[in-house]
T-cell receptor, first 113, second 111 residues
Framework: DQQVKQNSPSLSVQEGRISILNCDYT??????FLWYKKYPAEGPTFLISISSIKDKNEDGRFTVFLNKSAKHLSLHIVPSQPGDSAVYFC????????????FGGGTRLMVKP | DVKVTQSSRYLVKRTGEKVFLECVQD?????MFWYRQDPGLGLRLIYF???????EKGDIPEGYSVSREKKERFSLILESASTNQTSMYLCASNPGTGVRFFGPGTRLTVT
């Protein structure tokens, strides 16, 4: 049973527009959420995170929104650039897993020039 | 800059072979992890280690073992490789909680 789900396996966006990547979770005990970005043939790199006590965190072009009541988080990229084309994973920490991270299945973002 | 290195980027092994995947981190992190990444399944934790000679099973430990003889090195062992272990293997480390620093990955093909 996947506790963290990314329901869109892929997303295609025009350069300059907004990219919105979504992530849903089922465990209300998760207290910290992260987004990782992965290029082919490279390991994932940390992008941005948010604590469950906040509902928004911003870092440059990247903003993560957390809706605890809906158990939903989203990553907004504005404006999208071709270099943003990658697989994005959301991850959650806490609950029964303690310090462990539970990852979603990933969303492949393609930003077209 | 944290650096996590993995011994091989690509490996091809035959069914039944014993396979060693090596991982080294240079930041004196206590925690090290082995994940596998498969399409649509995200990253799944195989094993992790909080300290030298300590190991804990993750979500999918069957068919794998690990060794941590030195703080900077964490090895993943496939005792008898099978085709369903064809995957991307990712090593990670972190000093405490939260953010993991990942290596570049090893794409293993078992034929």
């Amino acid at each position: 049973d996947q506790q963290v789900k990314q329901n869109s396996p892929s997303l295609s966006v025009q350069e300059g527009r907004i990219s919105i990547l979504n992530c849903d979770y089922t465990n209300s005990m998760f207290d910290y959420f992260l987004w990782y970005k992965k290029y082919p043939a490279e390991g994932p790199t940390f992008l941005i995170s948010i604590s469950s006590i906040k509902d928004k965190n911003e870092d440059g072009r990247f903003t993560v929104f957390l809706n605890k009541s809906a158990k939903h988080l989203s990553l907004h990229i504005v404006p999208s650039q071709p270099g943003d084309s990658a697989v994005y994973f959301c991850a959650a920490r806490g609950g029964n897993a303690g310090n462990m991270l539970t990852f979603g299945g990933g969303t492949r973002l393609m930003v077209k020039p | 800059d944290v650096k996590v290195t993995q011994s091989s980027r690509y490996l091809v092994k035959r069914t039944g072979e014993k396979v060693f995947l090596e991982c080294v981190q240079d930041m004196d992190h206590e925690n090290m992890f082995w994940y596998r990444q498969d399409p649509g399944l995200g990253l799944r934790l195989i094993y992790f280690s909080y300290d030298v000679k300590m190991k804990e099973k993750g979500d999918i430990p069957e068919g794998y073992s690990v060794s941590r003889e030195k703080k900077e090195r964490f090895s993943l062992i496939l005792e008898s490789a099978s085709t369903n272990q064809t995957s991307m293997y990712l090593c990670a480390s972190n000093p405490g909680t939260g953010v993991r620093f990942f290596g570049p990955g090893t794409r293993l093909t078992v034929t």
